[in-house]
Nanobody
């Protein structure tokens, strides 16, 4: 089992920045990929950004060029630097991980609100 804990959400004005963090615990040696998804009210959960153990990154189209994912080691977690935030970025952001056996893990979510 892997446990994920997010931090760093909050309220920010349009054009501002936020940094999200997600730390992993448990069987972190089994993790193959970590990242972030988000879900806005009335919408489906969508990919924000993920990063593999090898460092390969993948971004959702709506955040390319504005968000950057990085990682230290899986224990210290992954980080999502969000710049040039827009009201449409408002959502609950969920940390995500999967392991070599295909099991998926989710954090509890952190609210990001972009509003003036």
């Amino acid at each position: 089992q892997v446990q994920l804990v997010e931090s760093g959400g909050g309220l920010v004005q349009p054009g501002g920045s936020l940094r999200l963090s997600c730390a992993a615990s448990g069987k972190i040696f089994s993790i193959s990929l970590m990242g972030w998804y988000r879900q806005a009210p009335g919408k489906q959960r969508e990919l924000v950004a993920v990063i593999t153990a090898g460092g390969t990154q993948n971004y959702g189209d709506s955040v390319k060029g504005r968000f950057t994912i990085s990682r230290d080691n899986w224990k210290n977690g992954v980080f999502l630097q969000m710049n040039s935030l827009k009201p449409e970025d408002t959502a609950v952001y969920y940390c995500y991980a999967d392991d070599r056996n295909g099991r998926q893990y989710w954090g509890q979510g952190t609210q990001v609100t972009v509003s003036s």
